[in-house]
């Protein structure tokens, strides 16, 4: 008969329950690929996310006149929170819990913090403040979830796993192109609502077909050094993330195939049902490639046993 939690532990779990309900409330899409993830792996996720989500409802939903305040105090009680290891703030403590034991740190929490800042009070971006926007707003994002990632299997009192460069890159290059894939989806609302124009040298008003070619150009790229690095990640992480890949490559094509003057007045969706099909395919294939794998690798040994046998 297991035993109900209390204290210290009743706590984390219910900081944890409420970084999942958030995950759940807000996101489909994430939501789908974080259930291929071992239990571990998926509750660190959820709290990077629901982190995430905090900030962002203060400058996108919130934005009264001391929002700049709110989102102040909510970096302090991260800060602080990673110092201690505890915040009356359950989605905090559940983050900083994470962050503790993955290595996540002021390496990538200031620059999330600087671009949610941005929005507070930028409207327009040139292609500098663009490229730091998406590197603290996302960027950032996906090394977070590369550390949680490779410390899935870790086990008690082994070191932590350092990222390779190369996984490194291909987390970034993936947290990109889901963040400039989210703006051309979600223009119609970051322009009309927000009042904000995150594209480079783009009016949301007079959208150009040129305009949605270079961005979905510049997508393409990111999720090709993206993919390059999926092999680095351990199994079920990797199916995770070919399985949101996959829903955002459908995206990519929705939004390709979308009339520019449809892109400007409302949000592209992917149908339920579609979702779950694109899901399956990312899975599939990559347990293909990896049944695959093995088979190449076992070829020589085989052989070798072969040989030792006559």
Known sequence: MRTAPTGQVLYDTTARRASAVVLRAYSTSFGLGTRLLGGRARRDIEAVYALVRLADEVVDTYRGPDAGAELDELEEQVARALRTGYSTNVVVHAFARTARRTGIGH??????????????????????????????????????????FLDAERRPGDPRVDPAPEAVAGARALGAAFQKINFLRDLAADSGDLGRAYLPGVDPARLTEDDVRAVLDEIAGDLARARAALPLLPTRARCAVAATTGLYDRLL???????????????????????????????????????????????PVRRVRRAVAR
């Open 107 to 148: 390496a990538e929490i200031d620059p999330f913090f600087a671009s949610m800042r941005a929005d507070l009070t930028v409207r327009t971006h040139d292609r500098e403040s663009y490229e730091r926007y998406v590197y603290g707003s996302a960027e950032v994002v996906g090394v977070m979830c590369l550390r949680v």
């Open 253 to 299: 094509a929705d939004l390709a195939a979308t009339p520019v003057e449809v892109l400007r007045e409302r949000r592209v969706r992917v149908p339920g049902p579609v979702k779950a099909l694109v899901v399956a395919r990312a899975v599939g294939g990559v347990l293909a490639d990896e049944a695959g794998d093995r088979v190449r690798q076992a070829g």
